[in-house]
């Protein structure tokens, strides 16, 4: 069908013979341009490596990258496993790529559009993108010829690319008599409806024209199909219009979930099967969102906008992921992948990451793989604290991922952050989230949360002299935070929002302060800037609901009002604001400062008299009193001034 | 496993102690739980008085009970209650330090089947509801005996209350 596919031969050609040279080329296009087209031609060459990148969505898109180049050469060239650092992927890469140059090969790199965001992988929390672009950057710097096939506008000079050809696709649209001869099957009278409508644009993208039939077919209005279709942004409208109109089928969002958790090209005839879809929705997976005859596959925009609409990526697929596991393991038969060609590897790691995300049921099975790169750890941790919410079992996967590649900062942060969240032993949180920093000093997430973590965990002097040295190690100079509001909204804001809320506002305006004025004056800041100012306003209007709140008589209220009033004028702005509640007897009214260091409770009695304990947790020295309030009692107020350097 | 009521709880078992996070005024940042939440209400005093034993502050042994069927059986909000998890012995060797006398006793609650909201649970809230009656425990001596000094039952209090952590969800 010459009409329906792109002629690529020339470009081919160019491509080809910059890459044999060891050059470069970079082919860009929109969807439908012909850029499979172009791969697939790409393919038959024999000195041709290609390999598809999975999207970045998928935590383990580089690792896959990197294993698959690997398949591809003798087992004694692959490099070997490492501590988990960036630094030495990125040598990895470089040496792959030199392998690949000596055995006169090249490298054809068919990038989907989410990897656009390895251009500013240094501003996102998220180390995939980061470690994406290490792979790269090492991959270009060794000397093979290598092609770009990208789905979107790359930068490839960011990622150290300077390819001698450049080629810019055009958008290949077809007239809907190009689909015709396809067997639509049951949407065949949706597809003449499309076809055959005068307001149907005279030619469309192949996908564009598959996704109008889709969208009819689930009974959306015709017209708005077409006006769709007509869009400058055909494929994305019609896929949300598609999205519309499955949302209310539960049985229909479920299959589609199914089918969107195959990562690969999948067998037609398997759809069926694997995704549980009725026979009158099987068209829309293979004819409509999917495409390609025998061998279905799905565009990445169109997985990416259908899973982030439909919300399919926080569904439970267990048991799909299950099925896939198996298939894909019948097709690997490994448990490393260090040997494997190919074929056995892309296998390989498509079992692996099924059996992450398959649950209960793929637990054992994965925990025996050998797993050579820390992002296969990550993705079933990610899949375990964000879809699951275990995060217990998530911070053991990342604990187990630090053991295997102990320079793996992202995975000792995620252990800490995972078991804090799973309310795991302190300690362990905070030696995790230090060894995080300590591998990646400069990296202002890993700083931030162990500053907050610090204050959380009622270690707030300590908190307090990490953030010091958190600026030294992020931003010493604040030339970073002058440059614009990104720092300030990933390092100086969490820990000015985590001191407020732990009652330090001294210390919270401490952090404001450098925050550059124009800042300031927007969002959070203001907000902050507000709280700041209000001290104690919070607590003292509790103490004003006392009687509505805990069945108080009104004098014994005005004793606590009054209690506060005086050790706040005693110590100052930087008196931390207390716990405040009755005791368990009901009888008496407590303020608590409760920190690793010291604990001080003041208990105003109903008579209006004060009794208080002190006590210091690190050389268990105690002490006690009555006091009535207003009355100078030196002791209590030299304890006092311990919880505001505790 | 259902116990034999104030029988003691060995050494090697968990126990866990519910307490309300939002019922005054608790800013992030201080260590818990408060040694506080660890005195018997007035609602354990009065029943000590009716089985002439200590006071007894009310918690749950683990393995055996969960959070959220203890706020299921207290009629407590799960998201505003929070669980402090401590080892029987680590306590136990607390009081003896300080010479207090203190015990830790079964007290298996009833099953709760009259309970309105009990055909609503599936069978498997049932029998972790169950499960979890029959772990209730209490620590008795925790309440400061007659002379002794306020600083050093606080003291004790407080060392208790270290033995506490956040229980792992």
Known sequence: MPEFIPDVATVAERVLSAARRGDGAYVEGPVGSGRNALVEKLRAEQDAVIVDLLPLEEADAPAVAFIEVCGHLPVEDRPSRGTGAEAELRDAAVQLGARLRDGKRFLVLRVPDSWKSVERAADVENAVPSRAAALLHGLFAGGSGVVLVSDAAITAERLGFYPRVRILLPAHHVAADALRAFDWGAYHDFFEKVARSTKAPREASPLAWRLAVGATALGHDHDEVLVALRSRMAIPDLARLVCDRLRGDQAAVEAVARFLAVRRPMKADAVSSLTGAQPELLPLLTMCIGYGGDTVRVTPLVRSILRRVLGTSSRDLSSTHEALAGHYRAADGALSPVALDSQRTRAWCEKVHHLGHAGDAGAAAWAKQELPSPEFYWDRGRRLSITEHKYNAAADVYRACAVAFPQDDYAWHYHAWNLQRGRGAVREVERAYRRAVEIAPENPWWNARLVTFLAVSGQPQESRREWQSAVERVDPEGTQARSGPWLSQNFHLQVCREWIRSGRSTWAQEVVRLVPLPQRSRGPWKFFARRISEGDRRLVEYLSSLERRHDLTGTHAQYIHRCWAWMKASLGEELPLPMAEPTADGERFQFAWSYRSVLVEVEVLPTGGVQWFAKDRLTDAAAGGESTIGQTDAELIAWLRKTVDA | ?169
């Open chain 2, 1 to 169: 496993m259902t116990r034999e009521r104030y029988a003691s709880l060995p050494d090697d078992v968990g126990v866990f102690r519910i307490a309300r996070v939002g019922g005054g005024f608790l800013p992030d940042g201080h260590l818990m739980p408060k040694p506080e939440w660890l005195e018997p209400t007035k609602a354990d005093q009065e029943e000590a008085k009716q089985t002439g034993r200590l006071p007894g502050t009310s918690v749950w042994e683990v393995p055996g009970g969960t959070h959220g069927a203890a706020c299921w059986i207290r009629n407590a909000d799960e998201q505003s209650h929070r669980s402090f998890v401590a080892k029987v012995h680590d306590v136990r060797t607390v009081a003896t330090k300080h010479a207090r006398e203190l015990a830790v006793v079964a007290d298996c609650l009833e099953h709760p089947e009259a309970d309105a909201r009990w055909p609503s649970l599936t069978d498997n809230g049932r029998e972790l509801v169950r499960a979890t009656c029959d772990a209730h425990a209490l620590v008795e001596g925790i309440k400061r005996p007659a002379g002794t000094s306020e600083v050093a039952h606080r003291s004790f209090r407080e060392e208790v209350a270290r033995t506490f952590e956040p229980m792992p969800e």
